[in-house]
């Protein structure tokens, strides 16, 4: 019996251990995927081009949703998530071009938005969503206890806690689509 216990336990430990591992990754991605709103600064600011774009987050949108349905997510549930990440991705570039008021970037070479930085954004955005799904189906969720994780490893540059907090409660609100 005490073998049988020991076992059930190591199997509940290393379920756990690789839960913590999935959504870390999963936190990771968004991070990188953030990372790239310093090049999508410097590009439109180089090209005088608005932050600001509602037609291309439609359809940035509207591709994630059917996306996270094709991965057996509730589209309207992560509708949230989608939006919190595309306004937090705004935020952190208006505020690159706010230091670039006083100081020139560190970098004035710029990748090209259409051919070199969306389809990198775009590939990250859809391993996000399988990730979730994968995540979500395994049995994981993502609850209060993981918010410090998110918190420590969403660490890019510009990114204010408010935006962080946003992210992650959209991101427990994500539900499989019931069968």
Same mark, same amino acid.
């Given at each position: ?7 059930? #336990? ?18 990771? #991605? ?26 291309? $987050? ?42 670039? #008021?006083?100081?020139?970037? $560190? &970098?004035? $070479?710029?990748?090209? #938005? ?40 969403? &660490? ?12 992650? $409660? ?8 019931? &069968?």
């Amino acid at each position: 019996m005490k073998l049988f216990v020991t076992g059930l #336990l190591c199997l509940t430990l290393s379920t756990l251990a690789v839960a913590d591992t999935m959504s870390n990754g999963i936190f990771q #991605l968004i991070n990188q995927r953030l990372n790239y709103m310093q090049d999508v600064a410097l590009f439109k600011a180089r090209n005088r081009s608005a932050v600001e774009d509602l037609a291309r $987050e439609q359809q940035v949108l509207e591709k994630a949703l059917v996306d996270a349905q094709q991965a057996g997510l509730q589209p309207d549930s992560i509708a949230d998530f989608f939006q919190a990440q595309m306004d937090a991705a705004k935020a952190i570039q208006y505020r690159y071009m706010a230091d670039w #008021l006083s100081t020139h970037p $560190e &970098n004035s $070479e710029y990748r090209d #938005l259409a051919s070199e930085v969306r389809p990198k954004i775009l590939a990250l955005g859809d391993e996000i969503v399988v990730r979730i799904s994968e995540y979500l189906k395994g049995g994981g969720a993502f609850d209060n206890k993981q918010q410090k994780d998110f918190v420590r490893t969403v &660490n890019t540059r510009h990114l204010s806690e408010n935006d962080k907090k946003k992210m992650f $409660e959209s991101l427990q609100m994500i539900r499989l689509i019931k &069968n």
